[in-house]
């Protein structure tokens, strides 16, 4: 009976219910699923016109899933649980919603700009930004890790990085911040642009850029994409332009939400945080712990070809099936003691995906960023105290506090 009356509350659950958002992901929830329900339907009810979905968050299943592109396409729905946050047709023109052949193709082209040696080569440009910023903080008492030092270094460098004008940074970061809010009402305020607004300004504005660097060839990436050839084909201006769209989103939110959670977490760690100043080379390991404890994105979603068996239950085709790798970097048959940190337990996580086709690009560009960020940061100030308790951003997707205001002790 009680086990009847636990089973019924665990199909009751509703991860759509942003009430379980309040302070972040709802962890407690998934070590239960984990357990109990490893492939979970919700109803998502309280959102208008969505239908619900069917959660994975073991290590292995969300390993599984993500190589078998086959049957569980970012194409056919889309890569978010909400059916209505960003238009279809958007995110299909964004090689992370595309299924092979298309995606590989394009893909390809973008790998171009993420060699070793071009991430390498912008090494000393993400040290400068990363110290313009701080300097402008010189002589303030406090301020905020997310708005005063995330955002605009982590706009700066993907922006330096493909070209687009520092002008155009706050829009962009607008952009992306709304596109992927998905629940949190505050980072979508009513009457300014809109999501669909903010896109046909950027891509108009890449096009336009597409074509000056296809007459004047610079270094940055846009030069390097109108120029880049497969087979003799190129691409066109509209997946540069879409391309762009879908790196600035990932460049910009990804790092900021791993930096401020990253630093939130030491702030209340003194004894780690400490440690870290002591020894910057623990730093490199210490970013792959926050990368697993905060992954920057809870979830990516996919959508069934197919009908597939699954821990006894049946996911129809069409359904929509969400990866939460929030969930699976805290796989206690993965990781011992999930819920701790520890900036020395460099653990093998999957905050970039897991492998597959869809593995993020960005990985070698973020590491190398956050690294620098954590860096200087600490160098700088050692002794910061948090001046309140952060809120969390209270969305499906985006993973990471509102704001981090720090006080500066000398
Ligand atoms: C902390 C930093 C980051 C995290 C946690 C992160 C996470 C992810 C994840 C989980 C995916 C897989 C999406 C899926 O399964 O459908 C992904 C894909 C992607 N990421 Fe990242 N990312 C980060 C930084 C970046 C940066 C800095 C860039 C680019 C400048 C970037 C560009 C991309 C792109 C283009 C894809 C799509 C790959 C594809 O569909 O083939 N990411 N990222």
Request: with cysteine.
């Amino acid at each position: 009976m009680e086990l009847a009356a636990e089973q019924d509350q665990i199909e009751a659950i509703d991860l759509g219910d942003l009430s379980l958002w309040v302070n972040g992901p709802p962890h407690q929830v998934f070590d239960r699923l984990r357990r109990e329900a490893p492939l979970h339907w919700s109803e998502m009810a309280g959102w208008e016109n969505e239908t619900g979905f069917w959660s994975i968050t073991r290590a292995e299943d969300v390993h599984a899933v993500s190589r078998d592109w086959e049957s569980f396409s970012s194409e056919r729905g889309g890569i978010l649980a909400a059916d209505h946050s960003v238009p279809i047709e958007f995110q299909n023109a964004m090689f992370i919603g595309m299924d092979p052949p298309r995606h590989d193709r394009i893909k390809g082209l973008f790998q171009r700009g993420f060699t070793p040696k071009r991430i390498a080569d912008h090494e000393h440009q993400i040290r400068s930004i990363t110290n313009r910023f701080l300097d402008e903080l010189e002589g303030r008492d406090d301020f905020d890790l997310v708005a005063d030092v995330a955002q605009p270094i982590v706009g700066r460098v993907i922006g330096s990085f493909l070209g687009t004008p520092e002008e155009d940074d706050a829009t962009w970061a607008d952009f992306a911040n709304r596109g992927l809010a998905l629940g949190d009402d505050d980072l979508q305020p009513e009457g300014e642009n809109t999501v669909l607004e903010l896109i046909e300004q950027g891509i108009m504005r890449i096009i336009q850029m597409a074509a000056e660097r296809r007459d004047h060839p610079t270094d940055d990436l846009t030069s390097l994409l109108v120029h880049a050839e497969i087979d003799g084909e190129r691409l066109e201006d509209y997946e540069i332009a879409s391309g762009f769209a879908l790196l600035v989103s990932a460049g910009n939110d990804s790092t900021k939400a791993t930096y401020s959670s990253g630093m939130l977490a030491l702030l209340q760690d003194p004894v780690q945080m400490q440690r870290l100043v002591n020894d910057p080379d623990l730093i490199p390991g210490a970013v792959e712990e926050f990368l697993r404890m905060f992954p920057a994105f809870a979830h990516f979603r996919r959508t069934a070809t197919r009908d597939i068996e699954m821990h006894g239950k049946t996911i129809r085709e069409g359904d929509k099936v969400i990866l939460w790798y929030a969930a699976s970097n805290r796989d206690e048959d993965r990781f011992s003691c999930p819920h701790q940190m520890d900036i020395e337990r460099n653990p093998d996580h999957q905050a970039f995906g897991a492998g597959g086709r869809h593995f993020c690009l960005g990985t070698a560009l973020a590491r190398l960023e956050l690294g620098i960020l954590f860096a200087e940061t600490l160098k700088r100030y050692p002794n910061l105290e948090l001046a309140e308790q952060p809120e969390a951003v209270r969305s499906l997707f985006a993973n990471q506090p509102r704001s981090v205001r720090v006080r500066v002790n000398i």
